[in-house]
């Protein structure tokens, strides 16, 4: 079984400020993880992915995750955040293991305060 | 231009009533996938497709049926909704295994059982 966690429901920044979403996972084999954004009445959006490779991974509008597999986490960041970076970020997993499923964690809030 | 449209955008209907919401790619995408997002439990896998006639349960399949009869479509049928199945509805297409690459969503379909 695979499943991911994002311990925190909503994360408030402010602008200028570094911003971290953070994500845990579990899966029984190596993990293939995606960020997705959902901004306000819209559909979800990707931004990154790791499958394989180097841990840091960069994606779309500046963010990026690293890959810890040690701690099974796979954390999104950004160095300056934006007041339009504030909308619902949503962590995914697949194990890989012939697993044609992707799980999403529950979503994170981010507020970007001005 | 490469999208996944969703009709209807919004639907409120009452117990019992059967209707389907349709999906529909232009990007020549194999796999589709229907997802429902509920607040505080994030998105959950409905079913999904890995291809024309091969279709498969998600996380969360009762109640609803899919039928993949050609490769740009794959519509959501409730043959008889529920209250319980009122939820904000995508369906998302990728290239290939949604294990390798990103997935595109459609617009949501705001779904209200009475």
């Known amino acids: 079984a695979q499943s991911v966690a994002q311990p925190e429901d909503q994360v408030n920044v402010a602008e200028g400020n570094p911003l971290t979403v953070k994500c845990t996972y579990s899966v029984s084999g190596n993990p293939y993880l995606f960020w997705y954004v959902q901004y306000p009445n819209r559909g979800l959006q990707f931004l990154l992915k790791?499958?394989?490779?180097?841990?840091l991974v960069k994606g779309s509008y500046g963010f990026e995750a690293e890959f810890n597999k040690s701690q099974t986490s796979f954390h999104l960041k950004k160095p300056s955040a934006l007041v339009s970076d504030s909308a619902l970020y949503f962590c995914a997993v697949n194990s890989g293991a012939g697993s044609y499923q992707l799980t999403f964690g529950k979503g994170t809030k981010l507020s970007v305060i001005p | 231009e490469a999208q996944v449209t969703q009709n209807p955008r919004y639907l409120i209907t009452v117990t019992g009533k059967k209707l389907t919401v349709t999906c529909s790619q232009n990007?020549?995408?194999?796999?589709m996938s229907w997802y429902r997002q509920d607040p505080g439990l994030g998105l959950r896998q409905i079913y999904y497709s890995m291809n024309v006639e091969v279709t498969d349960k998600g996380d969360v399949p009762e109640g609803y049926k899919v039928s993949r009869k050609e490769k740009r479509n794959f519509p959501l049928i409730l043959e008889s909704p529920s209250p319980n199945q009122t939820s904000l509805y995508f369906c998302?297409?990728?290239?290939?295994?949604?294990?390798?690459?990103?997935?595109?969503f459609g617009p949501g379909t705001r779904l209200t059982v009475l």
């Open positions: 990007m020549n995408h194999e796999y």
């Open positions: 998302a297409s990728s290239l290939e295994l949604a294990v390798y690459n990103e997935q595109f």
């Open positions: 790791y499958i394989t490779g180097d841990n």
